[in-house]
């Protein structure tokens, strides 16, 4: 049982850790409010940034966070940031 808790908690973890990262990539591209930031900007730098890319587990999850939050929305080419999004990485906030 013990196991199945870590496992929830690491998922958990692995989730939040992505929407940061993608926060933090909205961040690093300079990226406006109502803007979108593609695949293939926000992928290579997920790659980069991501110790032994946990992010692929977490993605879907992690953007649905962030839509829950308001803070990005998907969009087909990537994630489109809102303007609370924007708002939350002037203000320094987590996601």
Known sequence: MMTKNMDLSSTSNNIEHTAQLIMEAFRHFGTPANEVLSY????????EKSEHQHY???????EH????EAYAVPDAAGLRL???????LQEGKEA
């Open 65 to 68: 966070h962030l839509s829950k």
């Open 40 to 47: 293939d900007q926000l992928l290579p730098y997920l790659d």
């Open 82 to 88: 809102t303007e609370v999004g924007y708002q939350a």
């Open 56 to 62: 692929k587990d977490a993605m879907a999850e992690a």
